[in-house]
């Protein structure tokens, strides 16, 4: 038998513990830079692809290569036509690419585990990802999870799904949420520091309340995200008619949310464990994606308040936001669910690589065939309400998950400010107080 010398062992364990370890990476400042503001030198360019240009089932393959497949097939099958609108930008500011150059010298992540250690704010892996690194995909998930998604707080009153028929477009259902609520609880560059209990152990807080309809009002979603993507989330729904909260568990993340067609783990477009999943870096491509000027698009009067009128939709059923897309720079990454009872075979999340939204992404069912679509359109600050205006971030602006078996979509339409929100909504006693 061959014997190791005394050594060998804990050097062995070490060379194996390199494979799921890893820091961030000792990229150099200016490669950090040119990641953070992917159209500092100008924007991406294709065949065809002209401000004003609708694509439609007549042309869809002239533009095949700059369309997600899913997203293509609807065009091609005449439910969907694009329209090509201007490009714009907000980059990342500089506190936010500072906190990320700190992160990048520091952050380590086993992978494959969901641990991360060393964080300092920012994205942890702010650089460009590598076909050669098996690691690649895992390490956009940590830059999306940590991204300017959330610009610390997020305020959406009046937030409205609407439940449609996918082929007659009737609206079965209206959902009305607000105040809905989103904040980072650590490393915050945007505001100030939020003493929060828990701060250490979750880094972002969602609060979702009912406002109608009547069977539904004062139900609302509490979900804290932990740090720790190996733990549970803590998620709990509270029942305004019987004025109690239950947990959450594990699969309830993944059940439609409220009858929609979406999961909580679906917020977002990934509002998942980065450990309840493996990680795989596809490519990076120019794709066109639902970016725009709000307002560059065709307004609708439903829901309308005093300072904003909701994006419209068309398309067949009404599932489609009727806004300009644009040419991005975007990642692509293919996630596989670990559990073996959870409802999809896999999910191909695109990456926008300048705010980094999940803003389009194909779920295919557990028999491997094409499930849903979702595809969030994001707009521009400039065209947002004064509090986004200022902060210069990409915000929510409409969105639907379209169910491509079921026939079935849910429309989002998003009324978003960015001021800071008050720590106590993230308790259960502020939502009781609601009542």
Known sequence: MLRM????????????????MGTACAATDAEIDAFMNPYAKGFPSASGVKEGVVIDKNNADQFKDVLPPRVLDQIKAGNATITVGKQLSNP??????????????????QFGTGKIEGYKGGMPFPYEPSASDPNAGEKLAWNNRYSLEVPDDINIDPFVWEY?????????????????????????????PVNLPGSDEFYNMINLAVKAPQDLKDTAVLFKRRVDSSKDDDGQLY????????????AATTDPFLGSNVMIEEFRGFNGKVNDFTWKYVGTKNLLFPYYKHGSGKL???????????TAFHGQGGCWSDAPWSLRKVYIVEMVPKRA??????????????????AVSEVYD??????????LGIGHSSGQLPAAAK???WTWDSGSMIDIQAGQCTTLNFRVSLEPVPPSVYTIEYIRSRQ
């Open 5 to 20: 010398k005394k050594h060998a062992a804990p050097i062995i364990a070490s060379l194996m513990m390199g494979v799921v």
């Open 92 to 109: 990342a500011p500089a506190g936010f690419i500072e906190a990320s150059k700190k992160s990048a010298a520091s952050a380590k992540v």
């Open 164 to 192: 449609r028929d996918a082929k007659t477009g009737k609206i079965n259902r209206t959902v009305t949420f607000g105040p809905g609520a989103l904040s980072n609880t650590g490393n915050r560059t945007m505001h100030a």
């Open 239 to 250: 029942l305004g008619f019987q004025r109690r909260a239950r947990r959450l568990s594990t």
């Open 300 to 310: 609708r009067e439903e829901y309308k308040v005093a300072d904003w009128k909701y």
């Open 341 to 358: 009872d959870h409802p999809i075979s896999k999910r191909t999340l695109y990456f926008d690589a300048e705010s980094f939204h999940g």
């Open 366 to 375: 557990r028999k491997g065939e094409f499930w849903k679509l979702w595809a």
């Open 391 to 393: 902060e210069g971030r």
